[in-house]
């Protein structure tokens, strides 16, 4: 997805058993915009466990889908309509996270990594992981 894109979200109900076509004339038609315009369109199943998203990349249209296995996704209000968000909002949504109102819900105990977890020190050749990373390793 390009830098830009706007995200809209098409509020009220939508038969989920529309396909690419179906969804673009309600993008046409119902909310009045353009879904040739590269926009993203996402709808939602009133039970709001599946989401479907169609957007049009100046070289077709793409339906994309996502169902959850639990939980519901958070949805604006049931009034007619388009919400527009933005793409790390959607992002959220699609994660299961209430992207009004984003919250951390994990800290770590410690910041960083400690090498101990990982690996032993005296077992470990950093100079060899190095140059294999870097491409200098030449092989036997």
């Not at 046409?28 to 879904?35: A, C, F, S």
Request: proline share 4%.
């Amino acid at each position: 997805m390009r830098a830009g894109v706007r995200v809209w979200l098409a509020v009220g109900r939508t038969d989920m058993r529309r396909g690419m076509k179906g969804l673009a004339l309600q993008v046409q038609e119902g909310l009045g915009r353009d879904p040739d315009a590269g926009d993203l369109y996402v709808f939602r199943r009133a039970r709001g466990d599946l989401v479907k998203i169609i957007w049009h990349d100046g070289l077709g249209m793409s339906l994309y889908a996502k169902r959850r296995e639990s939980g519901r996704l958070t949805w604006p209000g049931p009034a007619d309509g388009v919400v527009a968000i933005s793409a790390a909002q959607l992002a959220y949504l699609l994660d299961g996270i209430d992207w009004r109102n984003p919250r951390q819900t994990f800290r770590p105990a410690r910041a960083g990594w400690h090498r101990a977890a990982f690996f032993s020190v005296d077992t470990f050749d950093f100079c060899a992981a190095w140059r294999a990373v870097c491409g200098f390793y030449r092989g036997p």
